[in-house]
């Protein structure tokens, strides 16, 4: 179909004021929080699961990719059409809170709603949304949804997928269907936890139907510093082993400490060598005790200074800082690539040191922040993209890096997605028959290959033999 049709057909779904097409607003949605980039033809924003259906139907019949787009905070590539095609936005009209059924504490949302727009609804009620990715300002739960996406009290309440219940799905052929519901078990195949993670290249999610939970009603956070890195990551695996379960458990190294108490400057001792935040929550009723333990384990690993949040202010401090980690890092130089690997949390001294040599081996500095209690590391690289050879350096670091995860026994991302980014990477972890298992998932869900075409998964005929992490 030629693309003036297409627009036209486009513009009988949604009215011809919801199409975008001007080159500033196609260069606008070529990108994401990575340097991947590849322009749409068109942009479409749609408001119902209806309109949502017929663009479906349209791409599908005309082979068009389509790729759907929440605010596009993704460190993978997963919103960029590296193919063209049509670009779905959800954030400007599917952006309601539909349901919030606190005696049965769900709530149904449309994808384009804000996480912290929902967090701060539910607030109202004394209720929360666990999952809390450290774009949650941005980021959307559609997004959340399709990046399956984590965050620091993961560690204790676990990732999006142990919060999404069910949802309403648009597939690649403009079915529409539902999967999933507001109980805990329900009956058939476990079709949303397929879907949650697939990176919309498997259908649209237009509704979401989601767990909350009560506000704790105590918390206390305490931050420890270290004069070695090792210090601290025996220090998580030492109150892993106790069997305490703190809310918390995140890691910063020596270089992000400096960032952040460059930009934020609230205290930080910038010659420490890492620094661990740690929460507890729950009822108030033993939390000084627990607190207690943890100041114990600390100390006894070397910990030079462990100080519990005094008050909010001092909590909210800790929290901005830690969240704004790797804005403040970026600053260091032009630009930086988030890394994202997992490793069983006891193999985070290793894991850490092998990455320190891979920086100096590839002669590019590294920043660690990472969710400790999960084992999930994000080494920050930093570079100028300008610099051909040191780009060149960083693609292979970087590649590096998440051989030494798998080869410790973790995995090639811990929550931001294979994307384009890691399509090199995967045969790291799966076997061509685990690859091929995947396909055949894809071919089931979208034979054609329309939904978000060139991410997570590739058919065969498209298999990429490079080796190294694809950043720009
Ligand atoms: C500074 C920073 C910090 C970050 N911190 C974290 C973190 O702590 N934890 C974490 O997990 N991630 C983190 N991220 C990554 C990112 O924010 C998350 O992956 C987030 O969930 C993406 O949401 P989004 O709305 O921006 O989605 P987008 O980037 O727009 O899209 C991401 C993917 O979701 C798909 N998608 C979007 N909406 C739908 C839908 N309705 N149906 C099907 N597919 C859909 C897109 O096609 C794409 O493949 C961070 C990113 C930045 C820039």
Redesign the pocket.
């Known amino acids: 179909m030629e693309k003036k049709q297409l627009l036209q057909k486009l513009a009988e779904i949604v009215g011809k004021d919801d199409i975008r097409t001007s080159e500033m607003q196609l260069q606008e949605y070529s990108y ?2 990575s340097l991947i980039k590849g322009k749409p033809d068109c942009i479409v924003i749609p408001e119902s699961t209806l309109e949502v259906s017929r663009i479906a139907r349209l791409a599908h019949e005309n082979h068009v990719p389509l ?13 960029v059409p590296v193919r063209g095609g049509i670009v779905l936005l ?2 400007p009209k ?1 952006n309601r809170i539909l349901e919030i059924d606190i005696p049965n504490q769900r709530v149904v949302v449309e ?2 709603v ?2 912290l727009q929902l967090k701060n609804e539910l607030a109202k009620y004394g209720y929360l949304y666990q ?6 300002k ?15 009290l ?1 560690f204790k309440y676990g ?2 997928t142990n919060h999404i219940l069910g949802a309403e ?1 648009v597939l690649a052929d403009g079915e529409v269907i539902n999967v999933g519901g507001k109980s805990l078990d329900n009956p058939g195949l476990d079709l949303i936890g397929l ?1 949650t993670g ?9 509704k ?1 139907i989601l767990r909350i939970m009560p506000k704790n009603e105590g918390v206390k956070t305490l931050l420890a510093i270290f004069d070695t890195v090792n210090d601290g990551a025996n220090t998580v695996s030492e109150i892993v082993k106790s069997g305490m379960v703190p809310s918390t458990l995140e890691m910063l190294d020596n270089l992000a400490i400096k960032a952040v108490e460059t930009f934020y400057k609230i205290g930080l001792p910038t010659d420490a060598a890492g620094l661990l935040l740690i929460e507890l929550d729950g009822l108030n009723d033993g939390l000084d005790r627990l607190a207690g333990q943890i100041i114990e384990i600390c100390k006894k690993n070397n910990a030079r200074e462990v100080s519990l949040a005094k008050n909010n202010a001092e909590r909210d401090q800790l929290w901005t800082a830690r ?1 704004g980690a ?2 403040a890092t ?1 600053r260091l130089r032009p630009n930086y690539l ?1 890394n ?1 690997g997992t490793v069983p949390r006891t193999k985070l001294p290793e894991t850490l040191r092998r990455v320190g040599e891979i920086g100096k081996k590839y002669n590019v500095e590294i920043a660690n922040v990472f ?1 400790a209690g999960d084992g999930n590391l ?1 080494p920050l690289i930093l570079f100028d993209e300008r610099d051909k050879d040191e780009l060149a350096r960083v693609h292979k670091a970087a590649f590096e890096i998440l051989q030494v995860c798998v080869e410790v026994g973790g995995t090639i991302t ?4 294979v ?1 384009v980014e890691k399509l090199g990477a995967l045969s790291l972890l799966f076997s061509p028959a685990d690859l091929n298992a995947l396909r055949k998932i894809k071919r089931v869900f979208d034979p054609d290959d329309i ?2 075409p060139g ?2 998964i590739l058919m065969e005929s498209e298999s990429s033999e490079r080796k190294e992490v694809v950043y720009a």
Do not use: Q, Y
Request: charge should be negative; aromatic fraction near 2%; include cysteine.
């Open positions: 994401d929080a790729i759907v787009r929440g605010t596009g905070s993704s460190l993978s590539g997963g919103p959800t954030t599917m994808p384009g804000i996480t999952p809390d990715p450290a774009s949650e941005t980021s959307t739960m559609g997004g959340n949804l399709a990046e399956n996406s984590g965050g620091p993961c990732v999006t799905l879907v697939s990176e919309g290249t498997l259908a649209i999610a237009t979401i969240k790797f804005g970026g988030v994202d969710h994000h811990g929550e931001h997605g994307g939904l978000n991410k997570l």
